[in-house]
């Protein structure tokens, strides 16, 4: 098999939890470790004592996050929100365990942006080229997630899989750069949980009758929060594309390249307020990833929404400046760290 080839498969493998084994010879151990292989194969000549192989054993009932070093060593803090009288514990961080995303970075003014009065005073943003500055429109598809991953409380609540899509600015706050968030549309109104334990300000919801319990999205987002119909994902042609609907309607679809990927891992920072404080989300990421700064590999369509039309009022360029293709992929959600007073 070709290597590179070989190392992608490699690769694939390691992103579920599974262990490579390269460049193995056919014997059997009097002592230790090793696995029934059939006679058959010998002697059909499938398998030689005279060749090298790779074993890659992927476990098929892994425990989530016990033997996975990416979450060894979290120190864990709780933080007791409340919400409509209702008041919660929520144990940060908390961790994706499998999620797939596709992303964009386009450009908007600043002027605009300033004037709408997106951002708080205490953040700057980031100028990308005269004027202007950069837009993330974030694609998710969350497979499962781990709320409490201490297992401490006794009635750990279950999400079915959800998707989301999320539309921030790149600020700066003291030179440390990251994202401010100013739309999260997302699909399942029980799956609010994430971006209000995250966020806590100007809450929109499409639709009032849907709206259950939360937790999520109101702590570490204060924006603009709404829940969408519909946010689907799908391939295409050499791409991934997600369209999202709010009812009949169309707020905006992108589409991604489908880009070669490796694995990596990546630290980033979500900004928020909440009540009247400034405070910063690190968001730690493992998992196949590509990235792109060719402008034909995104494509975003805006539809006739306030969302939609907010970019557009925005003077959004729907050439992108770079995209990412990110599959498998694992999150630390947290530290949560008050910056200071917002002015």
Same mark, same amino acid.
């Given at each position: 098999?070709?290597?590179?080839?070989?190392?992608?498969?490699?690769?694939?493998?390691?992103?579920?939890?599974?262990?490579?084994?390269?460049?193995?010879?056919? #014997?059997?151990?009097?002592?230790?470790?090793?696995?029934?292989?059939?006679?058959?194969?010998?002697?059909?000549?499938?398998?030689?004592?005279?060749?090298?192989?790779?074993?890659?054993?992927?476990?098929?009932?892994?425990?989530?996050?016990?033997?996975?070093?990416?979450?060894?060593?979290?120190?864990?803090?709780?933080?007791?929100?409340?919400?409509?009288?209702?008041?919660? &514990?929520?144990?940060?961080?908390?961790?994706?365990?499998?999620?797939?995303?596709?992303?964009?970075?386009?450009?908007?003014?600043?002027?605009?942006?300033?004037?709408? /009065?997106?951002?708080?005073?205490?953040?700057?943003?980031?100028?990308?080229?005269?004027?202007?500055?950069?837009?993330?429109? &974030?694609?998710?598809?969350?497979?499962?997630? =781990?709320?409490?991953? /201490?297992?401490?409380? =006794? +009635?750990?609540?279950?999400?079915?899989?959800?998707?989301?899509?999320?539309?921030?600015?790149?600020?700066?706050? =003291?030179?440390?750069?990251?994202?401010?968030?100013?739309?999260?549309? &997302? !699909? *399942?109104?029980?799956?609010?949980?994430?971006?209000?334990?995250?966020?806590?300000?100007?809450?929109?919801?499409?639709? +009032?009758? /849907?709206?259950?319990?939360?937790?999520?999205?109101?702590?570490?987002?204060?924006?603009?929060?709404?829940?969408?119909?519909?946010? /689907?994902?799908?391939?295409?042609? !050499?791409?991934?594309?997600?369209?999202?609907?709010?009812?009949?309607?169309?707020?905006?679809?992108?589409?991604?390249?489908?880009?070669?990927?490796?694995?990596?891992?990546?630290? +980033?920072?979500?900004? +928020?307020?909440?009540?009247?404080?400034?405070? #910063?989300?690190?968001?730690?990421?493992?998992?196949?990833?590509?990235?792109?700064?060719?402008?034909?590999?995104?494509?975003?369509?805006?539809?006739?929404?306030?969302?939609?039309?907010?970019?557009? *009022?925005?003077?959004?360029?729907?050439?992108?400046?770079?995209?990412?293709?990110?599959?498998?992929?694992?999150?630390?959600?947290?530290?949560?760290?008050?910056?200071? #007073?917002?002015?």
């Amino acid at each position: 098999m070709d290597e590179k080839k070989l190392l992608a498969i490699c690769d694939e493998a390691r992103a579920i939890g599974g262990v490579n084994l390269r460049h193995q010879k056919l #014997r059997v151990h009097a002592n230790g470790a090793k696995f029934t292989i059939n006679k058959n194969y010998l002697d059909d000549e499938i398998l030689s004592d005279r060749n090298l192989y790779t074993m890659i054993l992927i476990p098929e009932f892994a425990d989530e996050t016990g033997d996975d070093e990416f979450f060894h060593g979290i120190k864990f803090e709780e933080i007791k929100f409340v919400y409509n009288e209702l008041t919660m &514990n929520l144990i940060l961080p908390f961790f994706v365990l499998d999620s797939n995303l596709i992303s964009a970075k386009f450009t908007a003014s600043i002027s605009k942006i300033q004037s709408f /009065r997106l951002l708080p005073k205490n953040l700057t943003p980031v100028e990308v080229s005269p004027g202007r500055c950069a837009i993330f429109i &974030n694609c998710f598809e969350i497979k499962k997630f =781990e709320l409490d991953p /201490r297992h401490m409380q =006794e +009635s750990k609540p279950s999400f079915d899989p959800f998707n989301k899509c999320s539309i921030a600015i790149l600020v700066s706050h =003291e030179a440390v750069k990251g994202i401010y968030p100013f739309d999260v549309i &997302n !699909g *399942d109104q029980g799956m609010l949980l994430g971006d209000y334990i995250v966020n806590p300000f100007n809450i929109n919801v499409a639709d +009032s009758n /849907r709206f259950q319990g939360v937790v999520g999205d109101y702590v570490m987002n204060p924006f603009h929060i709404q829940i969408a119909d519909s946010i /689907r994902f799908r391939d295409t042609e !050499g791409g991934r594309t997600c369209e999202v609907f709010s009812g009949q309607k169309l707020v905006l679809k992108l589409n991604v390249k489908k880009l070669p990927t490796n694995i990596r891992i990546t630290m +980033s920072a979500i900004y +928020s307020q909440h009540k009247g404080k400034l405070q #910063r989300l690190q968001i730690t990421q493992k998992g196949n990833m590509g990235k792109s700064t060719a402008g034909d590999d995104a494509q975003l369509i805006l539809g006739d929404h306030d969302v939609a039309r907010r970019l557009k *009022d925005l003077e959004i360029n729907l050439q992108s400046i770079s995209c990412n293709y990110c599959t498998n992929v694992k999150c630390i959600i947290g530290p949560l760290n008050i910056i200071e #007073r917002i002015e």
